[in-house]
């Protein structure tokens, strides 16, 4: 079966990094565009940023633009999101998910239809 697997969360405090990776398993990884959401306490689960499934195309949420990046490895089945300048707001459980559709990049959670179990991201002050 499918099976996404985060990791590389954790305690950072404000203006430091992290790097998040989500493994893949039980599909031909390749094929398909793969996002990132994430969701803070209290709120609903928002989109972070996608990657196409060549990694040619990208696309971020303006609260993170120009401070994550998006990247995959078709050959390790693996895709990462490097976050730099974090601020306390990022904080929250961080998901990898899987777009098969293959309709270009797309910030809807409800097109996604496989998610990894999270991992927390805390930026402390």
């Known amino acids: 079966q499918v099976q996404l697997v985060e990791s590389g969360g954790g305690l950072v405090q404000a203006g430091g990094s992290l790097s998040l990776s989500c493994a893949a398993s039980?599909?031909?990884?390749?094929?398909?565009?793969m996002g990132w959401f994430r969701q803070a306490p209290g709120k609903e689960r928002e989109f972070v940023a996608a990657i196409s499934w060549s990694g040619g195309g990208t696309y971020y949420a303006d609260s993170v633009k120009r401070r994550f990046t998006i990247s995959r490895d078709n050959a390790k089945n693996t895709f990462y999101l490097q976050m730099n300048s974090l601020k306390p707001e990022d904080t929250g459980v961080y998901y990898c998910?899987?777009?098969?559709?293959?309709?270009?990049?797309?910030?809807?959670?409800?097109?996604?239809?496989?998610w990894g179990q999270g991992t927390q991201v805390t930026v402390s002050s």
């Open positions: 039980g599909l031909t990884f390749g094929r398909y565009a």
């Open positions: 998910a899987t777009d098969r559709a293959n309709k270009g990049l797309r910030v809807g959670a409800s097109f996604y239809d496989y």
